[in-house]
């Protein structure tokens, strides 16, 4: 039999479809493409914006059509909060939500042989991190490692504690064996991931924390990189900071989620800082690690959000710059507290998103023509013609003449120009 895969939204959705195509291999089955008519699809689903919504619903309706006899089964945030809106589509054979994920091939099959589980639970009753293993297939030199799942944080426009639940962190130990076997299959590069990774360790009764997980993978031989996915602006202490300088192994790449440069919305979003805190913590990254790349996510439109908030956006954005901007409209969350607030019309959220993203796409421009003529470290990832390409350490995406030897290599490189919207070097060592 065979079974394919389809995430939408974040990289934690994306690593728990690898770790659902692990357990469907271990008990036989043939693991095809979505485009192929299988005898089932498994599609993990997001629910953080009413776009991630339905286009998971679509993508549940295009694998029905694929093989109307095949058995389609939903996972993930969209299939969590709003159960029985999946239940009610045609289409979908198996709803599972964001718990005993480790059962989904045993589930499928089940279904398959006309028994019927529904294993929908009350997420926010979960105290455990649920374990899965992935295969490290998602790139040829980079994979990424789930650490925690859940949020406790409960920020007014978000719906997402109410899909993953309570903060559940993983243990050391575990992260540190998937670590090792992902550095036996070659990977040099490790992605710290979760829902909420600055949480990690707050369930804890060890008092572990991320710098303990950190440490211990970058010991791990064959390791070269280790780098975090999204997190907190309030992880950056002046401890975590000195930790995060003196880390050789840790990427200086840190995605630092903002929402907004405006303290009046923040304290509205129930963020748990102000706009000048941010900025603070952006000094003070920059002090010890001056290399530093810094990239955010903006929301725009939130609700009462006025002209003079916006404006306070606009002039954060210049005065932070930030390498790399994703900015979003606000889009409401049924059952989140920023649904009930007077909104922003559309119109005005999309105008709001346009002007922010022209700005930031300059500003983007600018830092990176900072790099030219430094040297960095590049970790090759694949071809395109006569050219290897791969990231920095910062999060530069850089091209060299070269082809197929580089992928997989680290090697260091000067930036020598930026064209076309392109940053261009030069290997000056092997």
């Known amino acids: 039999m065979r079974v394919a895969f389809y995430a939408l939204g974040c990289k934690v959705n994306q690593y728990e479809i690898d770790c659902y195509a692990k357990k469907f291999s ?93 294993l929908i639970t009350d997420i926010m009753k979960e105290r455990m991190y649920e374990e899965l293993e992935c295969e490290g297939k998602m790139e040829r030199t980079r994979a990424y490692i789930k650490i925690q799942d859940g949020c406790n944080n409960f920020c007014s426009y978000c ?83 000195s930790f995060a300088a003196g880390e050789k192994k840790l990427c200086r790449h840190f995605h630092i989620s903002l929402q907004s440069g405006s303290s009046t919305v923040l304290k509205r979003m129930n963020r748990k800082y102000t706009a000048q805190e941010y900025l603070d913590t952006l000094s003070r990254i920059r002090e010890k690690m001056p290399d530093s790349g810094i990239t955010t996510d903006i929301i725009c439109g939130f609700p009462e959000e006025t ?12 005065k932070a710059r930030f390498l790399k901007v994703h900015v979003f409209p606000y889009s409401e969350r049924s059952g989140t507290v920023a649904a009930q607030m007077p909104q922003v019309p559309h119109s005005v959220r999309e105008e709001r998103a346009a002007k922010l993203i022209e700005l930031t796409e300059r500003i983007s421009e600018e830092e990176e023509n900072r790099f030219i003529g430094m040297q960095t470290e590049v970790l090759f990832e694949q071809t395109e013609g006569d050219y290897a390409q791969g990231l920095s350490g910062s999060y530069l995406r850089i091209y060299v003449k070269g082809g197929d030897e580089l992928t997989g290599k680290i090697r260091k490189v000067k930036i020598v120009e930026r064209k076309d919207g392109i940053l261009f070097g030069e290997i000056r060592s092997v």
């Open 26 to 118: 271990e008990i036989g089955w043939e693991i095809g493409d979505f485009s192929e008519k299988c005898d089932a699809y498994v599609i993990n689903t997001c629910a953080v914006t009413n776009i991630g919504e339905r286009k998971s619903r679509q993508i549940i309706r295009r694998a029905k059509k694929k093989n109307p006899d095949a058995v389609v089964a939903v996972t993930g945030c969209y299939a969590q909060t709003k159960a029985d809106e999946v239940r009610n589509m045609t289409e979908a054979d198996v709803v599972l939500g964001t718990s005993s994920r480790s059962r989904i091939a045993e589930i499928v099959t089940a279904k398959i042989k006309g028994e019927d589980i529904d």
């Open 159 to 241: 719906i997402i504690p109410y899909a993953r639940g309570p903060v559940r962190s993983r243990k050391i130990e575990n992260v540190v064996n998937e670590a090792k076997r992902l550095s036996s299959l070659g990977f040099r590069e490790v992605v710290l991931t979760g829902i909420s990774v600055a949480s990690y360790g707050r369930d804890l009764k060890d008092g572990s924390t991320l710098k303990n997980v950190i440490e211990e993978v970058c010991r791990i031989d064959g390791i070269e990189r280790v780098r975090l996915s999204s997190v907190s602006p309030t992880l950056f202490d002046d401890e975590f900071i």
């Open 307 to 318: 002209e003079e908030e916006f404006s306070e956006t606009l002039d954060f954005v210049k």
